[in-house]
């Protein structure tokens, strides 16, 4: 007889491991690979993989692409 319409759902599943993207953009102008930035962020290249796709709608090439141009000049 509980009424879930007054009960709270949690969400299942691991929470997402937060990314510092001003730091993963420093590292790309510094030319770090995906794996060496995802080393130094403490997390796997899937795991960068996934925040980048989910939070900014890009793979990781293309957002080294974006910010790895200041290295170029």
Known sequence: MNDTSTM??????????PIDYAMLSELCG???????????LGVSYDTLSRALKRDHGLTFPEFFRRHSVPALV
Do not use: D, Y
């Open 30 to 40: 510094l030319m770090c690979t995906g794996e060496e930035c995802a080393s130094i």
């Open 8 to 17: 709270t759902r949690r969400k299942a599943g691991k929470p997402f491991t």
